[in-house]
């Protein structure tokens, strides 16, 4: 996806090895980009093709055949014949036909220009919307058609691919992107330019002068040698031997270079970790387009900023744990800075492997690209209104608060690469079960996530989000039959406290079971289901009935181990020491693989 954004934005060369060549012969590459949220500026900008709050455009390819873009752009038929005119002179005729039939009222007096006659058609057609149609336009000179991306004034893209070079991106050929980002200082002024001009020429006097005095007796002994032999031909002929300073070129100045990181030594960007240039280029790429296209627009500060889009494959790439935390995190707080009239002027988008990049974008921003079965893509997204309607309609408040939004963050960062997902209320049963799994072959090798929800009224909302993603979901959840029993024994909790939570939990319970696709039960019956299952109680609880070898294995191995023997360590080194487990974790793990294809 970056990379066709790139290809119609840039105007990147297609390949016939891009057309896609699956189920059906392909014949046309078609990449459409929408921009919203456009202001004044954008519409002074973009012209007849920014009329409203979001304008398309699109860019075709076929094998053989030039790119064409086109935008949506408000077009009044009546201009049709003069667009459509082969000439200047046959263009600026047809417009003069269509001012003297007094139809429109069109500026006056007639342009002289070509230039004019369309600039007075596109703003006629801006202000007078009623009258237009929208059409898909050729917008090829928003894209560099006449010389100078007139698009890059309000946005410019950038695509940090996974193969960029650091040496090349800071090397001093000409078309680097440090060199580009050097060429935004501008030339020498004129006062400068003279004064290094006398002083090469006085440089040029003192070397001549040099020269001249080290190597004029080598000099005149050479010509009177070859004098001497050429009277032998010619008496009266002599030769003069001389030797004149070629002109001192203008200094070049070569930009060098060097990267010190902490106390470090400091060293050229090839030496450097790949981490660190990887990082260098990203920080490279990003100054050349703010400063370039800053350079590009005399009049920004008049007309507002406009938005830079970076774009970056894979950031994660050569980057430890903690180093990759925090370009997640300086990316993120990159995207959501505004500049002092409160416009965001910075997008961010990124493929990604990593959960450590896909944390802090939660399930909004998330868009998973799968292959399917005829080898073509398909992109999937959450739509948080459809996830607030489904916790509704399970009877939940569809509102996220900050608390919830983070421990989902967590929960969801690595389900959301999953082909399919195992939620969990806690880390005992995520551990359990990961450790039953791993007796035959483990979760991973099958593509299945456990996720951990950290409490049961985060199950639903997970849950709902994953199914958004069209990510296959099982669900594991207590159903807290002894719930009641607990809190009677404690002294703190009224009366009317126990049974407001007791019936908490009995509609949670109905909730999840709803969303799963089972009819609704408060309460119910330990069981392992297509896409749920429950303990009667919990599993601490349960355990002891079900299984009561692993009960005492994990009492064993905490007493071995110093450890609690509630600890998730404790259950995973049970489960790896006890013989076959019960049919209810038999079927469940069953059930969990059924879900991949």
């Known amino acids: 996806m970056l990379r066709a954004i790139d290809w119609c934005i840039n105007e990147r060369p297609p390949d016939p090895e891009d057309l896609f060549r699956g189920s059906a012969d ?44 086109s935008g949506s752009a408000l077009v009044l038929p009546a201009f049709d014949k003069v667009r459509e005119a082969s000439g200047a002179v046959d263009r600026k005729r047809a417009y003069r036909e269509i001012v003297e039939s ?98 090469q020429r006085k440089a040029a006097d003192e070397i001549a002068s040099r020269i001249g005095t080290a190597r004029r007796e080598s000099l005149e002994g050479i010509a009177d040698g070859i004098t001497r032999r050429v009277q032998d031909y010619v008496p009266a002929a002599s030769i003069e031997l001389r030797e004149e300073l070629l002109p001192l070129r203008p200094p070049e100045a070569r930009p060098i270079v ?116 005829d080898a073509s893509t398909r992109s999937t997204a959450a739509d948080p209104a459809a996830v607030a309607q489904a916790l509704t309609e399970a009877g939940m408040d569809g509102e996220l608060g900050d608390q919830v939004r983070n421990t989902l963050a967590v929960t969801l960062q690595e389900a959301v690469f999953a082909r399919a997902v195992l939620l969990c209320e806690g880390k005992t049963d995520a551990a359990l079960l990961e450790a039953l799994a791993e007796r035959d072959r483990g979760f991973e090798r099958d593509g299945i996530a456990v996720a951990v929800c950290w409490g049961k009224s985060i199950l639903p909302i997970a849950l709902a989000i994953l199914k958004q993603l069209d990510i296959p979901t099982f669900v594991l959840f207590d159903a807290d039959a002894g719930l009641d029993e607990r809190l009677v024994g404690k002294t703190s909790v009224t009366e009317d406290s126990r049974k407001a939570q007791v019936a908490s939990v009995g509609r949670t319970n109905a909730r999840l079971m709803v969303l799963c696709g089972e009819a609704a039960d408060e309460w119910p019956q330990r069981n392992v289901r297509s896409s749920c299952a429950n303990f009667r109680d919990n599993l601490e609880a349960d355990i002891k009935e079900l299984w009561p070898e692993l009960d005492a294995g994990r009492t064993a191995v905490a ?30 793990l069953a059930a969990v693989r059924s879900l991949v294809p």
């Open 26 to 69: 392909a014949e046309e590459i078609l990449v459409a980009v929408t921009f919203g949220a456009l202001d004044q500026a954008d519409r002074a900008v973009l012209g007849r093709y920014g009329t409203g709050e979001t304008t398309t455009f699109t860019r075709t390819w076929r094998d053989g055949q030039a790119p064409k873009l």
């Open 258 to 373: 060097r990267v010190r990181e902490s106390e470090g030594h400091a060293t050229d960007v090839e030496r450097q970790g790949h981490g660190l240039q990887r990082a260098l280029v990203i920080a490279l790429l990003q100054e050349v387009a703010e400063t370039v296209g800053q350079t590009d627009q005399a009049d920004e500060a008049a007309e507002g900023r406009g938005t830079l889009m970076l774009a970056i494959e894979e950031p994660e790439l050569y980057q430890h744990p903690l180093q990759a935390r925090a370009l997640a995190q300086a990316l993120s707080v990159l995207a959501t800075d505004a500049d002092e009239a409160g416009h965001r002027t910075v997008q961010i988008a990124y493929s990604t492997h990593s959960a450590h990049f896909v944390q802090r974008t939660l399930f909004e921003s998330l868009r998973l690209f799968r292959r399917g079965e």
């Open 102 to 199: 007094g139809e429109f009222a069109l500026p006056e007096p007639m342009p002289t220009k070509i230039a004019d006659v369309e600039s007075d058609m596109a703003r006629f057609e801006m202000e007078n919307a009623h009258l237009c149609e929208l059409r898909a336009e050729d917008a090829s000179h928003l894209f560099g058609f006449a010389g100078g991306s007139t698009l890059r004034q309000r946005f410019d893209y950038v695509l940090v691919d996974a193969t960029v070079d650091a040496s090349d991106s800071f090397g001093a050929g000409r078309d680097s992107a440090l060199s580009r980002l050097l060429a935004t200082i501008g030339d020498l002024d004129e006062a400068t330019k003279d004064e290094i001009a006398a002083l």
């Open 559 to 588: 007493r071995d181990l110093g450890i609690k023997p509630k600890s998730e360590e404790a259950y995973r080194q049970a489960a790896a020491r006890c013989g076959p487990p019960p049919d209810f974790f038999s079927s469940l």
